[in-house]
Structure formats: C-alpha cells, structure tokens
C-alpha cells in the first residue's frame, strides 16, 4: 500500500514538473510582451506604408486599417467580378478579405530561419514523436497502432528522412516560385526564370514543349498527394532528373515501391510546414513556405493575380474547380507589401518593376518585434535567437556544419543562431519551435 502511495506521489510530482516545463516553455522568460512607444509606432508605420504599398502596386487593390494595429482588409473594387462559388454554401467569393498583419510578419519572418524538411532527428527530438507523430507522415499509417512497432515505421519513411536538414536558411540567393497559372502563356517568362539559382515547381507542371514560358531550369517540386502517387510520371518532366521532390503529404507503399525498383534517384523528401490557419494551405502558399525557408529572395511567377481574369485555367490544362483566386490574389498582395515576395505576371512583367513602399529591413524587424509582443510569442522581445525555442535537444551526434561550404549568408546566419536548427511546430502555443542544437 505504501508503495502504491509513493508510486502515487511520484506520478503526480512528474506529472507536475512536465506541466511546470510546458508553462515555463511558453511563459517566455526572458521576453517581455511589454508594448513599448517604439513598438506602437513600428506597427502604425507598417501599416500606413502598407496601405500605400497596396494601392501603389495592387492593381485596384486597397488597403483599409481595421480596429487595432494589426488588423488590415484588403479591398477589391466594387465592379470585380467574382466567379467562384463555394463548393457548399454556393455563394459567390467576397470582394473583401480580413487580414492580420501581425500574425503574418511573425509567422513568415520565423519560416524564414526555420527548417521546412522533416527529418529524423525532429521525429526523435519530438516529445513521442514516433508515437504520436511519425505515423501521421505515412499513408495508412493509423493501422500502426502508434508506431509500436518502431522498427516497421522507421523502415517506412527511411526513403524520405534524412537524418538532419539537407538545406539550410538563405542556402539559395535569388529563387523563383513558378505556380500553374494559364496566365504564363501570356507572357515568355522562360529566359528570365532560368536565371534565378533555384527554381521551385508544383505538382505535374510540365516543362518540355513550354520552355518559353516556363522556362527549363527545376531544383525543386512540391507535390500534393495525387502527383506524390504518380512519382513515376512527374520525374520524367525534368529531364536532368535531378529535381528534388517535396512530398506535402505522406509516404505511400506505392511511393516507396517506384523509389525502390524503378529505381528513382532524385532526393524524396517530406516538407514540414507552418501553421498559417486557413489562410495559406494550397500548394502555391507551401511552395512559396519552402522558398522562403531556404532563399534570400523569393519571386513569383504563374499565379493567377491579376485583375480581369476570367476563368481559372492551368497553362497545360483546362480550367478546373476548387480555388479562392480573390482571396489568393489579396494574400500574395500582402505579401509583396511585406517584401517578402515580388509578383511577376502579364500585368507585372517588367523584370525592373521597382515595388513601392516595402518596408525596409529595419523596419520589418522593429515590426516583427512589436507584433510578437502583441500575439505573444514565445521569446518576443528577446535578443536570444534560441528565445522562440519552447523545445530544445542537444544533438551529440551531429557532426558540425562545415560553414565553409555555404553561401556567406547562409554561414552568417548559422553563426548568429550558434548553429541550431528550427523546426516548427503545429499548434504549439505561441509559436514556439523544436531546435536541435549541436553539443560542443
Ligand atoms: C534567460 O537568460 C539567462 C541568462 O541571460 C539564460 O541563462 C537562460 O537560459 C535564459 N532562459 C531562456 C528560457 O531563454
Ligand atoms: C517489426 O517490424 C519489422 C520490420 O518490418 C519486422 O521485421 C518485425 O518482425 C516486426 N516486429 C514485430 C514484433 O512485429
Ligand atoms: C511535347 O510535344 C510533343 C509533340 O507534340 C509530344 O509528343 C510530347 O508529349 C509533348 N510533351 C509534353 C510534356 O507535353
Ligand atoms: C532570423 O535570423 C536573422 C539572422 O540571420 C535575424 O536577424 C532575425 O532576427 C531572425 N528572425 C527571427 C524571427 O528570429
């Protein structure tokens, strides 16, 4: 009986200090959400020069402060056209869209030094990461009861986990975006894309017979589930068949199977996102995510955004159903005005096209602060770049990186963040992240 108390006792002390750990993880110790002065005034700078950005670059598009400093909604004119109809309530798509420009300044500033790979030491690092994670990642993968067979769910995905990062923050300089957009065939983009130093594509975006266009170069594809399972066909539409592939979703025995015995050499790999809510969850927004994460710059092609379209068409294929192209169209505006990306398309197809009234580094930053304290996050405030890090690992194992061999603002940026790799992860509180870092 006594040892049933005192086994009791320690249950409850243990559950207790892994509750402590989770408050401390997320009660941002060395942060502050104090707003200050400055903080109110990075946020209403932000926002009157965004309001000028939209209407500078936006093609009709306005900008109209909501009712604190975050909030903004995007406006189309009132004699846009909507054509899609929501698949369930039947209704037209709005001319009006709500946006939170704190949430997207600390939510994409933080994709820009995350990692955007699954790889195994995020699975081990996670808290059960095999039980209650891993087998999320693999097609069927709820008949694994949790991974209790370890060995079995390891054998599944070791074709598409690496064991750390193959890529690391602003690897790549100036990258292209490439979306499926019939719009391309307005324009011949295909010379000015393959100048970029990485190239990221989507799905079954074919490349042979639209070059023009499109241009030849591919470093990267992400796929959703349908291409995933069709791998044998879409690494025929690179012909150096050196493209790496980023699956969105899960590993297939099909995938496996084709990887194995065609065999397929290119790099198979899983993409680890961000949560941005409903906002951003297309293959486009993803592959937008991934470059960001890996690239200085990041420009956008074939994404149906400007005004006047009139039907949603893919440049290889008829139209099809199943797209907010007003909502998108808002969404990529915010970003540009964010400087996170610049639009190309028939309307903006000026490769000189200066975007007026982005915001500056600084200001960006002072912005990014400011709008931490207002979501709280975790670390705002801080100056510690490990301050946003609600798990952290230390890995023995891993052999340093050789800073040598990156780019120099791949290599600065490793140094500033001491070599530590962040992962995101979903629906964690305040944002905070896993981050491995290396034992010394
Ligand atoms: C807070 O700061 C102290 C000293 O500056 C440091 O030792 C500690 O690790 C920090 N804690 C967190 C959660 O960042
Ligand atoms: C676990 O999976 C491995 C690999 O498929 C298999 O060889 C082994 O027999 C399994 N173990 C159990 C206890 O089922
Ligand atoms: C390109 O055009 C040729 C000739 O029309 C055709 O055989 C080939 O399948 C096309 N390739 C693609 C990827 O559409
Ligand atoms: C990302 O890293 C850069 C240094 O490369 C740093 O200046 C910036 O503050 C970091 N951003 C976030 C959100 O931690």
Redesign the pocket.
Known sequence: MRLLQLGLLVALASGLAAILIYITGVSNLNGSFQISDEDVEALQSLQSNFQKCVSANGLGLQAVTGKDYCQVSMNFPSDTVPKWRDDKTGELEDLSFDFNLCEAVATWEQVRNSTTILTREFIDALPNGWEDYAWQRINKGRFLNHCQ?K??CV?KLSLVLPETPPYFPRQFGRCAVIGNSGDLLKTRFGREIDGYDAVVRENGAPIQNYSEYVGKKSTFRLLNRGSAKALDKVVELDETRQEVLIVKTTIHDIMSKMIRELPIKNPVYLMLGASFGSAAKGTGLKALEFALSICDSVDMYGFTVDPGYKEWTRYFSESRRGHTPLHGRAYYQMMECLGLIRIHSPMRANPDRVVKWVPSHAAMTSARIASEKMLRRVGAGSADPLATCSIIKKQVKRKPLAASTLRKASADHQKFVKGTTMYPLEHSPGHGQLCTVTAS
Do not use: H, I, R, S
Request: aromatic share 0%.
């Open positions: 067979n060995t079995l054998e």
